[in-house]
């Protein structure tokens, strides 16, 4: 995959990089590199890195990463505050945020990674956690996601193959390129719903889609009257529709917003939003029932 950076007001010029595989960039790295293989990562000396380690981007946009401390490989796992016993989670080498299924059971996390415990307020609603963190299924009244809240889910690059969820419909479809497209039936737990419909709430998803455009790296640098953005090939494009008391929303946007030269709050809460989404289609039964796909789109 190849990134071009477009600059307006007449400047042209290029800015070539490749994907690194599970932990993309957004912009060139100032302070090291990834391994070949996208899981370890070398600081300007050519160093392996072990532990924490916060990799710099020459836009500004910095971002702390765990790598394990025996082989230098990016952790999945947890990870506890020796100050004062918080508990963190990673993936792939970056800390969790919001909320996250783990072997099963529903966490939650701050924005700033600390995973919530006991009574803790998400988007202003309440919501009760067990000690270890594990949700026990229990919210507050108004916390309640309304009785129609329906969603669909679909990420592509070919619209005709989607990765999709599709809550009303109980189905998800997979997308399996040079075999063409799958789909298995699903019915989404209580529990699973209301904790989208949280997430909905939490990363904003409704002031987004009153923003009048698709979220794309172009589109949030216009609006921020910024010159750089970024346009990537092969792009996946994403559609968000749902509905809350008697009212339709859709999401626009495609994965170019993941690799947004400029620290946005629009492109973080779409990343965020648009993470959760395809972790949970992917982790789900009837996804992961249908066969793997056979070929590319690089």
Not at 1 to 30: C, E, G, H, W, Y
Not at 48 to 62: A, C, H, M, Q, S
Not at 141 to 146: D, E, G, I, L, V
Not at 199 to 220: K, P, Q, R, W
Request: with cysteine; aromatic share 14%.
């Amino acid at each position: 995959m190849k990134i071009n950076k477009l600059v307006r007001l007449m400047i042209l010029s290029v800015l070539v990089f490749s994907m690194i595989t599970a932990v993309p960039v957004s912009a060139a790295i100032d302070n090291g590199r990834w391994g070949t293989s996208g899981k370890d990562f070398y600081d300007p000396d050519g160093e392996r890195v072990y532990g924490l380690y916060e990799i710099k981007y020459d836009n500004n946009v910095n971002r702390m990463y765990k790598f394990t401390e025996n082989e230098g490989t990016a952790f999945t796992g947890w990870a506890k505050s020796v100050k004062n016993g918080s508990r963190y989670y990673y993936k792939s080498g970056s800390m969790v945020k919001g909320w996250a299924k783990i072997n099963r059971q529903w966490y939650h996390f701050a924005m700033d990674g600390v995973m919530s415990s006991g009574t803790d307020y998400i988007a202003g609603q309440k919501y009760i956690f067990e000690n270890n963190g594990i949700w026990t299924g229990k919210y507050g009244s108004s916390a309640k996601r309304p009785d129609d809240f329906e969603f669909s889910y679909e990420s592509f690059i070919v619209q005709e193959r989607p990765d999709g969820i599709y809550s009303k419909q109980g189905i998800v479809k997979k997308d399996l390129i040079e075999n063409g497209a799958g789909e298995a039936g699903l019915k989404i737990p209580q529990r699973d719903m209301q904790v989208i419909y949280s997430a909905v709430l939490e990363f904003g998803v409704i002031d987004m889609c009153g923003l009048g455009y698709d979220i794309t790296s172009g589109n949030i640098a216009l609006a921020a009257g910024e010159e750089e953005a970024v346009d990537i090939d092969p792009n996946s494009k994403v559609t968000f529709t749902f509905a809350i008391d008697g009212t339709e929303y859709t999401l626009k946007g495609d994965e170019s917003v993941h690799y947004h030269p400029v620290q946005s709050y629009t492109a973080d809460r779409y990343k965020a939003f648009n993470n959760f989404m395809q972790d949970y289609l992917r982790g789900t039964d009837g996804y992961e029932s249908l066969p793997d796909p056979v070929g590319g789109y690089n």
